[in-house]
C-alpha cells in the first residue's frame, strides 16, 4: 500500500523495540498521553519500590510488565493515569550490603561503628545502581516517572508515615500485640518472606518423644501420659499445652508397665506390636484436661506464672495422624499454629504482652527462667544434646 514500507521478513526483534523505545523518547509519548488525560478521572498508581543499592535482574523484568499493564490498561478506559517511581531505602538487604562492605556480621557490631555512621554509609549504598534501574526501566517499555520519585528516606516519606499511623492511631485500631514471624537472632529483628529466601536452607533437628503425665480432678497424676513427639526439642521450655485433634480417635494403651495416650492408627507404629490397647476415645475427652508440662527445672515465672491456663489439652484441627503421635506440644510463642491454638483455648490473652510465655531473649539464648541453660543459643547442637539428656 502506498505510504508503507514493505514489511522485513528478516527482522532483528532487538533492534525493532530500539527503535520503537527511541521514537517514544523523541515523541516523549509518556508525557503525551497524561496530557490527552488532563481533565479526566484520576487512578493513581505507586510503584511499589525497588531497592537500588543491588543490580536488576531478569526477575525483576516481569514484577515491572505487570506494574506497566495495568495503567496503560487503565489510560485506554479514559483515566489518568499518574505513575510515580520510587525507591526503596530501608530493610535488610541495605543493611546486608553494608555490613558485607565493613567486614562485620552483627548488631553489636553496628552499635560499636555507631548508629549515625552506619546510617549514613546506608544511605550511600541505596542509590549505588540507580542509573542502571533507569536504564532497565526504558530497556523495557515501562513507563512511570523517574524524574520525581518518592524515596523512603526522605523526611517527608517518613513523616508522612508517621502521620498514617497517628489517623488510625486517633481512631483507635492500632493495638500492641503478638505475631509469630521468622526472627534473625544475629540481626535482632523480624524477617520478612523475601528476607528469609535469601539465605534458607534445611537443616537436621532430632525428633524426640516426651511423656506428659496426665493429672487427676485434684491435681494429681492419673497414672497416664500424653506421648507427645516434637521435631524441635529446643521448644519445649516454651511449652505450655498440647493440642489434640477432636476429630481424631486416640487409645490408651499399656507398654513397659506404663499407660500411654497416642492416635489410634499410630499406636502400632509408635508402640510396637506387644502394646496392649486397654480403650478408645475421641480426641474430644482430651480437650480440657490437665497435665505435668516438661521436666525442667523452672525458675519462678516459668509458665505457671505467665499464661492463664498452663499445662491444658486445647483443640487442634491442624494436627494430622501422618507421622508423631497425633499429639503436638503447644509453644506459642514459636509456632504460628500453635499461637492460635493457645490463644483460642485461653491459655493467654492475645492483648496483654505480658501473659505470653516465651522464655527465649532477643538474642535466640533461653533466659534465666530455663535454669541451667540461660545464655545458651537455642539451636546450638550441644545446648539440644544437653536438654534431651535432661529430659531423660
Known amino acids: 500500500m502506498p505510504g508503507f514500507a514493505p514489511v522485513d521478513p528478516k527482522q532483528s526483534f532487538p533492534e525493532l523495540e530500539e527503535r ?11 508525557a503525551r498521553t497524561l496530557a490527552a488525560r488532563a481533565e479526566a478521572p484520576i487512578w493513581s498508581f505507586y510503584e511499589g519500590p525497588p531497592t537500588a543499592n543491588g543490580r536488576p535482574g531478569s526477575h ?21 493515569v499518574p505513575r510515580k517511581a520510587g525507591w526503596d531505602c530501608h530493610g535488610l538487604p541495605v543493611e546486608l550490603e553494608v555490613e558485607r562492605q565493613l567486614g562485620i556480621s552483627s548488631k553489636q557490631e553496628i552499635e560499636e561503628l555507631g548508629i549515625a555512621e552506619f546510617n549514613r554509609r546506608c544511605r550511600e549504598s541505596v542509590f549505588e545502581y540507580v542509573e542502571e534501574w533507569n536504564r532497565l526501566t526504558e530497556r523495557i517499555g515501562f513507563w512511570v516517572d523517574l524524574d520525581d520519585p518518592y524515596v523512603t528516606l526522605e523526611d517527608r516519606y517518613i513523616e ?19 505475631k509469630v514471624v ?3 537472632p544475629r540481626c535482632g529483628t523480624a524477617l520478612s518472606s523475601h528476607e528469609v529466601a535469601q539465605g534458607y536452607e534445611d537443616v537436621k533437628d532430632p525428633s524426640i518423644y516426651v511423656r506428659f503425665p496426665l493429672l487427676g480432678e485434684s491435681g494429681e497424676e492419673a497414672g497416664e501420659s500424653l506421648l507427645v513427639w516434637t521435631t524441635t526439642p529446643w521448644t519445649l521450655p516454651g511449652n505450655v499445652g498440647v493440642a489434640a485433634n477432636p476429630a481424631v480417635d486416640y487409645v490408651r494403651a ?17 508402640l510396637g506390636e506387644d502394646a496392649e490397647v486397654l480403650d478408645r476415645l475421641a480426641g474430644s475427652e482430651l480437650v480440657g484436661r490437665r497435665y505435668r508440662g516438661p521436666v525442667f527445672e523452672l525458675a519462678d515465672g516459668g509458665p505457671q506464672g505467665a499464661v492463664t491456663a498452663p499445662f491444658l489439652v486445647v483443640a487442634g484441627d491442624f494436627v494430622t495422624t501422618e507421622d508423631g503421635t497425633g499429639l503436638v506440644h503447644i509453644a506459642p510463642a514459636f509456632g504460628e499454629d500453635d499461637y492460635g491454638a493457645a490463644a483460642a483455648a485461653g491459655l493467654f490473652d492475645p492483648t496483654a504482652r505480658t501473659t505470653l510465655y516465651n522464655p527465649v531473649t532477643p538474642e535466640g539464648t533461653f533466659d534465666d527462667r530455663v535454669v541451667g541453660f540461660a545464655g545458651e543459643f537455642v539451636k546450638g547442637s550441644e545446648t539440644t544434646r544437653r536438654l534431651i539428656e535432661d529430659l531423660d
Do not use: N
Open 60 to 80: 525483576h523484568v516481569l514484577a515491572r510488565v505487570f506494574k506497566d499493564i495495568y495503567p496503560r490498561y487503565r489510560t485506554m478506559r479514559g483515566y489518568r
Open 20 to 30: 520503537v523505545l527511541a521514537r517514544w523518547r523523541e515523541q516523549d509519548l509518556f
Open 182 to 184: 521468622p526472627y534473625c
Open 254 to 270: 499399656r507398654r513397659g508397665g506404663e499407660v500411654l495416650i497416642v492416635a489410634a492408627t499410630l499406636a502400632e507404629r509408635v
Open 160 to 178: 508522612s508515615v508517621w502521620w498514617s499511623l497517628r489517623r488510625l492511631w486517633d481512631k483507635g485500631s492500632l493495638y500492641e500485640g503478638h
